[in-house]
């Protein structure tokens, strides 16, 4: 396994609902991170969130975007490594 840290962007499809975006915070938070970048909107009755992490290891990127997924509402979830160091 590798400790070299990756900027990882997430990119989410839910069901339009008001709690979801604090709920995605708050699995970032749980984790002890900051977003350094989180951008919500409306489309066609869908939130569409863009979410950019600081660095973190490949299993920490792993761990977040699982628990995101299993978040009730999702549709769709994208993971894009943005850089590794």
């Known amino acids: 396994m590798t400790n070299?840290?990756?900027?990882?962007?997430?990119?989410?499809?839910?069901?339009?609902?008001p709690q979801f975006p604090l709920r995605v915070l708050g699995l970032?938070?749980?984790r002890?991170?900051?977003?350094?970048?989180f951008q919500c909107r409306k489309a066609r009755g869908r939130l569409l969130l863009r979410l950019i992490l600081d660095p973190?290891?490949?299993r920490e990127a792993q761990i977040i975007a699982n628990k995101?997924?299993?978040?009730?509402?999702?549709?769709?979830?994208r993971v894009v490594?943005?850089?590794?160091?």
């Open 4 to 17: 070299r840290t990756v900027v990882m962007a997430l990119f989410v499809s839910a069901d339009e609902c």
């Open 28 to 30: 970032v938070a749980q």
């Open 32 to 37: 002890g991170l900051v977003a350094a970048n």
């Open 56 to 58: 973190m290891s490949d």
């Open 68 to 77: 995101i997924d299993q978040l009730i509402g999702v549709r769709n979830l």
């Open 81 to 85: 490594k943005a850089r590794e160091d």
